[in-house]
């Protein structure tokens, strides 16, 4: 590989960032969870910390082979008070809806760049964002049909 493009490379660290700034978001949520005792709910967001983790892994490694390193950026903090669950998914709701957006301008970029290696690896996490998205909405949907009941049933 010869020397990196420098706007693939851009676009490659700006969804890193994200990666990590959502990582640190959903760890904190699932501890708060856990503590609040919505222990099924806790478990799907560690999920998802998870998997967001893992995306980052991938684009650092992506970096990596295309010659160069992940540039360390500021990112999203947790928000130190934020106990409501209703809030929690619905800030997961945005920051699935910016990831989505971020990657699909990026497999644009990739596709005009003609880097189809890193379009590939941004589809695959699109459609693992495409699903947190849709997994988070159905909860708040739910939660706004049946309240309470859908609550203990399907949360703690
Ligand atoms: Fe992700
Ligand atoms: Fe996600």
Redesign the pocket.
């Known amino acids: 590989m010869g020397k990196i493009n420098e706007k693939i490379y851009k676009v490659l660290c700006d969804i890193y960032t994200a ?1 990590i700034g ?1 990582v640190g978001i959903y760890m904190d949520q699932h501890t708060k969870c856990t503590d609040m005792g919505y222990q099924k709910l806790a478990d799907t967001l560690k999920a998802d910390a998870i ?2 983790m893992k ?2 892994e991938i684009l650092a490694e992506r970096v990596l082979m295309l010659g160069s390193t992940v540039k360390y950026q500021k990112h999203l903090l947790p928000e130190e008070k934020q106990c409501d669950i209703v809030a929690m998914l619905k800030l997961n709701i945005n920051i699935e809806i910016e ?1 989505i957006e971020r990657l699909n301008t990026g497999i644009t970029l990739c596709f005009h760049e003609k880097d189809h290696g890193s379009r590939m690896l941004l589809e695959e ?1 699109l459609k ?2 495409e699903k ?1 998205l849709s997994d988070l909405q159905t909860k708040v949907n739910n939660i706004e049909k049946f309240g309470n009941q859908y609550i203990v049933s399907h949360l703690i």
């Open positions: 990666e959502a998997d967001e995306h980052a990831a996490i693992s964002e947190h």
